[in-house]
């Protein structure tokens, strides 16, 4: 009211021909900001996808089965649009101070047990993982879209899709080329104190033994000639280096090493699914073998387990990994050292 008195001082107006010249600047600032939500909305499916050279072409512009893992930016839109729960796996709420629109941001730390050495392994009380996967809006009949940072994470995006898969959500599904890639493809951005906190889901854990292996199962098969171990971890971290609070140094015996990120290009995208299986043939691993991988903690095994699983291998992941086979009895549990490679 003051505004409008002190307005028609100044212009000669009457205070109720000022009254309304106000309320249609507001109601233009109004409609201003809904029409530039509104395409924003709109920029978010109407953007076309970033290249994926491992998602199937045939499959690219689909609504992803069960049987894939890894989805492109398109299919991402697609399933964004029909109301599917958004995960941020980038310990955003450390490192990152913006996400993507609806967003929830989580670490993967949450759902694990928080002691050493069995920090790489889930929550045992799926009472608890229950209600924590509820309360960032995990959903039955909702489809669950991950990203991470995919050039300079660990992976997390993937452990986060194993994890629910192994708890029984199977629609959950990796983004190729993560964050970068969804922003370049028109999802916007928000700061994390932006976004609305999620609605409660509906999911309760019902747990597959499809995509784990216990310690205890891993020894039991080393002798398996039709099994094949990855350590995905560095290179230095298989010749014996211990940089990550492991107990002892080396890697499970007849395990072969491929780095995760050696199937990301300089774009952080998966490469073509021909030259990953050509990679992974040169080490003679084909799908007739069974397949486990295992890391520190299980988090970059687990990306690797999605890959692979993507690729319609039968795989499964160790979770437990390095922190807890490096703590066992070494009689039990040995490991195979190279540390003459490294100069020790």
Not at 262 to 273: A, K, P, T
């Amino acid at each position: 009211m003051e505004i409008a008195i002190y307005m028609s001082n100044a212009l000669n107006l009457s205070p109720i021909k000022i009254m309304a010249v106000v309320g249609l600047i507001i109601f233009g600032l109004i409609s201003t900001f809904a029409f530039t939500n509104s395409i924003q909305t709109a920029k978010i499916l109407k953007n076309p996808s970033i290249n994926s050279q491992f998602v199937i072409q045939q499959l690219s512009q689909q609504i992803p089965t069960n049987n894939q893992w890894i989805i492109n930016t398109t299919q991402a839109q697609k399933l964004a649009s029909q109301g599917a729960t958004i995960l941020d796996a980038r310990s955003c709420k450390i490192f990152n101070r913006k996400s993507l629109s609806n967003a929830t941001c989580i670490n993967w730390k949450e759902f694990s047990q928080p002691q050493l050495p069995f920090k790489g392994k889930l929550l045992t009380d799926d009472k608890i993982l229950t209600e924590k996967l509820q309360a960032i809006g995990i959903s039955h009949g909702k489809p669950v879209i991950v990203f991470g940072n995919t050039r300079n994470g660990w992976g997390e995006d993937g452990r986060i899709v194993w994890m629910l898969r192994t708890l029984g959500h199977q629609k959950s599904f990796l983004v190729d080329g993560g964050f970068p890639a969804l922003v370049k493809a028109g999802f916007p951005q928000v700061k994390l104190v932006n976004n609305n906190p999620p609605v409660r889901g509906d999911f309760v854990v019902n747990r597959s033994k499809n995509w784990q292996i216990s310690q205890n199962e891993l020894k039991a098969n080393l002798e398996d000639n039709n099994l094949i171990i990855i350590d995905t971890r560095e290179l230095r971290e298989y010749l014996g280096k211990t940089p990550y609070g492991e107990e002892r140094g080396g890697h499970i015996p007849g395990a072969v090493h491929i780095y995760f990120k050696d199937w990301l290009d300089d774009n952080g995208m998966l490469l073509s699914r021909d030259k990953i299986l050509e990679m992974l043939a040169k080490k003679g691993i084909t799908k007739d073998k069974n397949v486990v991988t295992y890391c520190t903690g299980g988090v970059r095994s687990a990306w690797s387990n999605s890959v692979l699983a993507d690729l319609g291998f039968q795989v499964k992941n160790y979770s437990g990994s390095m922190w807890e086979w490096s703590a066992s009895d070494a009689d039990i549990y040995p490991l195979d050292q190279l540390n003459y490679w490294l100069g020790k």
